[in-house]
C-alpha cells in the first residue's frame, strides 16, 4: 500500500471479485484495510457473471459469491458478461490462447465502462506475486518482450488506476489467509480452465523454484532491478 501509494483520501473502489481465492481474500482486505487506515474510502464488490441464470437472474457462481461478499460486509454489483466463450468453438490454437486472451480483454473493458459509469477512481486486483512473475516469463518466452503486471498502474491519463493489494504475497499465503478466514474458492466453469499457456509457465516457474532455491525471490527481486544498459540496444550503425 505505501511503497506504491495504492490508495488515497476520498478513493472510490472496485474490488474485483471472482470467486477464486485471491480475489475473496483481497475484497476482505480492503474491507478490514479500511477500518484502520488514516485514510477514508468508498467500497464495493463487484463480479462479472460469466453463467447467468435462463430468467437474466444472477447465475450459481455468482449467487454464492454473493454469499461470501455479504459475509465481508460489502455491497456486490453483479455485471452479467458482455461475451462469453462458446464451448463448441475451436480456439486458434491447442491451448486456446486466443480465446483466453479476447475472453480477459473483455472482462477487463467491462470493468473500465461500469468504474467509468459509477466514477470509480480504482480497480483493485487480486493478482499476487506468482502471477507477477509467470506474467513476466509468460511476455519473455510468448511475447518477446520484458515487462509484467505492476502493483499499481494508471490508466486514460490518470483517471483510473490498477492495483494490486497482494503483489507482495505469495498464492500460497493467500490460501493459509483464506482458509482462515473460513473462504472456500468458488470454482470456474470455463472449458479451457487449466489448459492455458499460463498453465504450461506456472509449470516451468514451480520447476525452476525446484531447482533453484531462491529463485522465485529472486527473479521477485530482478522485475524491480533492471540493468537498461546491459539490454540489447540496436544502434543503426557502427561507432566510427
Known amino acids: 500500500m505505501h511503497d506504491y501509494a495504492m490508495l488515497a483520501d476520498g478513493d472510490r473502489v472496485a474490488?474485483?471479485?471472482?470467486?477464486?481465492?485471491?480475489?475473496?481474500?483481497?475484497?476482505?482486505?480492503?474491507a478490514d484495510w479500511r477500518r484502520k487506515a488514516p485514510i477514508a474510502y468508498e467500497l464495493t464488490a463487484v463480479h462479472i457473471d460469466m453463467e447467468p441464470a435462463a430468467d437474466g437472474g444472477p447465475g450459481e457462481a455468482a449467487s454464492r459469491i454473493s454469499g461470501v461478499i455479504e459475509r465481508?460486509?460489502?455491497?456486490?454489483?453483479?455485471?452479467?458478461?458482455?461475451?462469453?466463450?462458446?464451448?463448441?468453438?475451436?480456439?486458434a490454437d491447442p491451448g486456446g490462447h486466443d480465446l483466453c486472451f479476447q475472453c480477459a480483454r473483455s472482462r477487463r473493458t467491462q470493468l473500465f465502462a461500469h468504474a467509468r459509469d459509477h466514477g470509480c477512481t480504482t480497480i483493485a486486483l487480486g493478482h499476487h506475486?506468482?502471477?507477477?512473475?509467470?506474467?513476466?516469463?509468460?511476455?519473455?518466452?510468448?511475447?518477446?518482450?520484458?515487462?509484467?503486471?505492476?502493483?499499481?498502474?494508471?490508466?486514460?491519463?490518470?483517471?483510473?488506476?490498477?492495483?494490486?493489494?497482494?503483489?507482495?504475497?505469495?498464492?500460497s499465503e493467500i490460501e493459509t489467509i483464506g482458509r482462515r478466514l473460513g473462504f472456500a474458492p468458488i470454482r470456474s466453469t470455463c472449458p479451457l480452465r487449466e489448459q492455458t499457456r499460463r498453465r504450461d509457465i506456472r509449470l516451468l516457474a514451480d520447476h525452476i523454484y525446484q531447482q533453484i532455491p531462491g529463485a522465485k525471490r529472486h527473479i521477485f527481486a530482478a522485475l524491480g532491478n533492471v540493468r537498461s544498459h546491459y539490454l540489447l540496444r540496436q544502434t543503426g550503425g557502427r561507432r566510427p
Open 15 to 30: 474490488a474485483a471479485v471472482s470467486g477464486g481465492m485471491d480475489s475473496l481474500v483481497l475484497a476482505w482486505l480492503l
Open 72 to 91: 465481508i460486509g460489502l455491497p456486490l454489483c453483479i455485471l452479467p458478461a458482455r461475451w462469453r466463450p462458446d464451448p463448441a468453438t475451436p480456439a
Open 129 to 171: 506475486r506468482d502471477d507477477i512473475i509467470e506474467t513476466f516469463l509468460l511476455n519473455l518466452t510468448c511475447a518477446g518482450n520484458i515487462s509484467t503486471m505492476v502493483p499499481r498502474q494508471e490508466l486514460f491519463a490518470g483517471r483510473l488506476a490498477l492495483i494490486r493489494p497482494l503483489a507482495y504475497l505469495e498464492k
